[in-house]
C-alpha cells in the first residue's frame, strides 16, 4: 500500500553536492534527514531544517532502513540524500526493495557515469557498469571483459584501481586499456589514461571511476564448439568436441550457474562452460602444473576470463571454492591410483540440492564405481554411451576414423 508520506530520495550534483533547487523545499518540510557524511555535510546549514533529525550513514543499512520504517509509520516526512543518481549503483535500489518503490519518489540527479562518459567522449548506453563496493571477489569485472568492450568498474577502498589493473593482469587480460577518472564534477578533477603495470603504488582519490576499453579481440572466439586444436593440450588430453557438447547439454549450464571442472586437463569444458554461465563462476581444478600453464594460456586466447585455473591435489583443493550447482569430472575418479579417492563423495556433499553432476567414464571399473555411488545415494541418474567418429584423410579421400567410447553419467541432487 501506498504511504500518504512517500520518502524523498534526492541526488545530490556529483562533485559539488550542490543542492538541486527544486529539492530545497522538499528538503525544508523533513523531519527526519538521511545520508552519507559527507553528503550531509555538503548541505549549507541554513538549508538544513531545524526540526529534523539527522541520521548518518556510517556502517550497515538494516538499522537505518529500521528508523526510516519507524518515521514513515509516525507520518513524518523523511528525505534520503545521495550522491548523482540513486537508482544507479546508489541507495535507490536497496530503499526500494526494502519499504516499496511506491513508498518512494527520487529526484534524480546527473550521474558520475554521465560526467565520465562526458569527459571522454564515450557514449555509454552499451558500456556494462560493474560495481566492486564491498565485494571480495572480481567476478562481476571478469564476467564483463568477456561479454563488453567498454566497462565502467566502481572502485572502493579495497578495491582500487591498482588492484583492478592487478586482477586483469593476473588473468592475462592486457587486451584492455585503463583510465581512471577521480573527483569528477569537484575542482580538483583529474582524468589519467595509465598503462595497467604503470598503477602498481599508486595512489588515488577515493572517488574514483575507472573505464577499461577493449583494443584488440582475444585470438579465439569464445563460443560452444571450439574445435579442438584451437586448444593447447597435453597428450591427447582433452575433452573432445562431439563429447564437450554432450556433457555440457547434460550438464544443463545457466546464467547464474557455479560450475566446478575437475581434473580440467586443458579446461575445454570449463572455458565453453563459462560462455553459458555469464553471470556466474566457473572454476577448472587441476593437479598437474604444466595443465594447469595451458588452462591459463587457453583462457588468455580465448578471452574466457571468468574462468578460474585452480592448482592443487583434489579434494583438498576443493575446501576454499564456493559450493557449486554444476560439476564435470573429466578426470581424476579412473585407475588403480584414484581407487580410493574421496573426490566423488566430497563433490557429492558440497553439490548444492538439485545441482547436476556429469563424469565422463573411458574405464569400466569407473562406470560401475560412479553408479553404485549414485544408487546408494539414492539419486536419479543416467549413462549416455557416445562413440564419435571423424574424417581423416587417407588415400587422397576420406575415412571415417572413430574416436574412443564414452560413457557420459549424469546424476541429479535431490
Not at 546408494?376 to 574416436?403: C, I, M, N
Amino acid at each position: 500500500m501506498s504511504s500518504t508520506h512517500p520518502v524523498r530520495v534526492i541526488g545530490l550534483t556529483p562533485g559539488s553536492l550542490r543542492l538541486p533547487q527544486s529539492a530545497r523545499q522538499i528538503l525544508a518540510g523533513a523531519r527526519l534527514v538521511v545520508g552519507g557524511k559527507r553528503l550531509l555535510e555538503a548541505v549549507p546549514s541554513e538549508l538544513m531544517p531545524k526540526q529534523a533529525a539527522v541520521l548518518p550513514i556510517s556502517g550497515p543499512l538494516p538499522p537505518v532502513i529500521k528508523a526510516v520504517r519507524e518515521a514513515m509509520d509516525r507520518g513524518e516526512d523523511v528525505v534520503v540524500l545521495a550522491d548523482g543518481d540513486p537508482l544507479f549503483f546508489g541507495i535507490g535500489k536497496r530503499l526500494g526493495e526494502e519499504i516499496g518503490r511506491e513508498n518512494m519518489l527520487v529526484e534524480p540527479n546527473v550521474s558520475t557515469m554521465q560526467l565520465a562518459s562526458a569527459r571522454l567522449g564515450l557514449p555509454w548506453q552499451e558500456m556494462d557498469f560493474v560495481s566492486l563496493h564491498g565485494r571480495d571477489d572480481f567476478s562481476p569485472l571478469y564476467a564483463a571483459l568477456v561479454r563488453a568492450d567498454r566497462i565502467a568498474v566502481f572502485t572502493d577502498a579495497a578495491n582500487t584501481p591498482a588492484e583492478v589493473a592487478r586482477a586483469l593482469l593476473e588473468r592475462g587480460a592486457d587486451c584492455f586499456s585503463m583510465t581512471v577518472l577521480e573527483n569528477l564534477g569537484s575542482p580538483d578533477e583529474r582524468i589519467r589514461p595509465l598503462a595497467l603495470p604503470e598503477t602498481w603504488g599508486m595512489d588515488f582519490s577515493d572517488l574514483n571511476l575507472v573505464v577499461l576499453e577493449r583494443q584488440y579481440p582475444p585470438e579465439i572466439e569464445l563460443t560452444m564448439g571450439i574445435p579442438d586444436h584451437y586448444y593447447l593440450h597435453q597428450n591427447n588430453l582433452i575433452t573432445k568436441l562431439p563429447v564437450r557438447a554432450a556433457g555440457l547439454a547434460h550438464l544443463g549450464v545457466e546464467p547464474s550457474s557455479t560450475v566446478w571442472d575437475l581434473g580440467a586437463g586443458c579446461g575445454s569444458v570449463a572455458i565453453e562452460a563459462s560462455h553459458l554461465a555469464w553471470r556466474g563462476r566457473v572454476f577448472a581444478v587441476e593437479r598437474h602444473k604444466t595443465r594447469a600453464a595451458m588452462i591459463r594460456e587457453n583462457i588468455r586466447r580465448t578471452g574466457a576470463w571468468l574462468v578460474d585455473a585452480v592448482l592443487g591435489d583434489m579434494p583438498d583443493v576443493l575446501a576454499d571454492l564456493p559450493d557449486p550447482d554444476r560439476i564435470f569430472i573429466g578426470g581424476g575418479l579412473g585407475g588403480a591410483s584414484n581407487r580410493d579417492t574421496a573426490l566423488l563423495k566430497t563433490a557429492c556433499e558440497r553439490l548444492a540440492p538439485r545441482g547436476r553432476i556429469v563424469i565422463h567414464c573411458i574405464l569400466l571399473d569407473t562406470l560401475h564405481m560412479a553408479k553404485d555411488h549414485f544408487h546408494e545415494q539414492g539419486w536419479h541418474f543416467g549413462v549416455t554411451q557416445l562413440q564419435a567418429s571423424a574424417t581423416d584423410s587417407l588415400a587422397g579421400d576420406l575415412r571415417f576414423k572413430a574416436q574412443n567410447p564414452v560413457f557420459v553419467l549424469w546424476a541429479e541432487k535431490p
